[in-house]
Nanobody, 119 residues
Framework: QVRLVESGGGLVQPGESLRLSCVAT????????MGWYRQVPGKQRELVAVSISGGGTNYADSVKGRFTISRDNAKNTVYLQMNSLKPEDTAVYHC?????????????WGQGTLVTVSS
């Protein structure tokens, strides 16, 4: 079984920063991609940022220049540094990973961590 455990959410004021962490545990050979998605009630889950094995990254236009995704492969962990937070960044942030196991790929989701940006 593969699990993703997120941490780091909370309540902050506009303009402040937060750092989210997500660690993958369980049985797998390697991790192909790790990323962050977010969801607001009544809306579809949307991509925030993704880190691809080999070093590539991709960001939603709405967070470019403010958010930075990074990975520590030795710790099977992905981070999301969020700066200059805005009220519209309020959402549940879910970690996602595509891991490699014998027999193929497995996509895994974390349960989510709530980020609230409000004055």
């Amino acid at each position: 079984q593969v699990r993703l455990v997120e941490s780091g959410g909370g309540l902050v004021q506009p303009g402040e920063s937060l750092r989210l962490s997500c660690v993958a545990t369980g049985s797998f050979l390697s991790i192909n991609t790790m990323g962050w998605y977010r969801q607001v009630p009544g809306k579809q889950r949307e991509l925030v940022a993704v880190s691809i094995s080999g070093g590539g990254t991709n960001y939603a236009d709405s967070v470019k220049g403010r958010f930075t995704i990074s990975r520590d492969n030795a710790k099977n962990t992905v981070y999301l540094q969020m700066n200059s937070l805005k009220p519209e960044d309020t959402a549940v942030y879910h970690c996602n990973a595509r891991v490699v196991r014998l027999g193929g790929f497995l996509e895994v989701w974390g349960q989510g961590t709530l980020v609230t940006v409000s004055s």
